[in-house]
T-cell receptor, first 111, second 114 residues
Framework: GDSVTQMEGPVTLSEEAFLTINCTYT??????LFWYVQYPGEGLQLLLK?????DKGSNKGFEATYRKETTSFHLEKGSVQVSDSAVYFCALMNRDDKIIFGKGTRLHILP | EPEVTQTPSHQVTQMGQEVILRCVPISNHLYFYWYRQILGQKVEFLVS????????KSEIFDDQFSVERPDGSNFTLKIRSTKLEDSAMYFC????????????FGEGSWLTVV
């Protein structure tokens, strides 16, 4: 079945560092891909999405490119802030109409 | 901006009791979902609902669980005879008609079974 694999956390970085969180997927067909973020004590918020190959999703300085050839959707940010500390979930939605999440990557940003 | 709202935000219940978690999806959305996140673990799909019936459910969603859309705005998850392992954050979600549309999540209802 469809699945999402993302890098294990926690990831700890200093403020202004470059961030990459790797995400790969297994799916039949052409799923839509998402990154959701969960700030401490809050629910799931959509961060960005891409619906077809080579699309780049971007929001709040984060970006991810849908790479069909490598079945990847890595999340990147050029300069992280303390306020980016959260859990990040890579996810896909296929024709069966439900979202499948990765296990989540906890990000700690140190001032 | 429209949002999915859930109540209660936190509920503590005794083992064996019934719990109803309530959700108000975004008003023009037609597809509704419940997901669960046990503390520190991944977010798991429970059930999807469309056109007043369940369209898909996971193996977690056994006879202990049921969903209902009692009126034009609410979408509820009922958990009968709760167990300790039902303690989790339960997320309601909804989306519009159309393939690839974003699923919007509520802030979650944290259920603690004691």
């Amino acid at each position: 079945g469809d699945s999402v694999t993302q890098m294990e956390g926690p990831v700890t970085l200093s403020e202004e560092a470059f961030l990459t969180i790797n995400c790969t997927y297994t799916a039949t067909g052409y799923p839509s891909l998402f990154w959701y973020v969960q700030y401490p004590g809050e629910g799931l918020q959509l961060l960005l999405k891409a619906t077809k190959a080579d699309d780049k999703g971007s929001n709040k300085g984060f970006e991810a490119t849908y790479r069909k050839e490598t079945t990847s959707f890595h999340l990147e940010k050029g300069s992280v802030q303390v306020s980016d500390s959260a859990v990040y979930f890579c996810a896909l939605m296929n024709r069966d109409d439900k979202i499948i999440f990765g296990k989540g990557t906890r990000l700690h940003i140190l001032p | 901006e429209p949002e999915v709202t859930q109540t209660p935000s936190h509920q503590v219940t005794q083992m064996g009791q019934e719990v109803i978690l309530r959700c108000v999806p975004i008003s023009n959305h037609l597809y509704f979902y419940w997901y669960r996140q046990i503390l520190g673990q991944k977010v798991e799909f429970l059930v999807s609902f469309y056109n007043n019936e369940i369209s898909e459910k996971s193996e977690i969603f056994d006879d202990q669980f049921s969903v209902e859309r009692p009126d034009g705005s609410n979408f509820t998850l009922k958990i009968r005879s709760t167990k300790l392992e039902d303690s989790a954050m339960y997320f309601c979600a909804s989306r519009e008609q159309g393939a690839g549309n974003t699923i919007y999540f509520g802030e979650g209802s944290w259920l603690t079974v004691v």
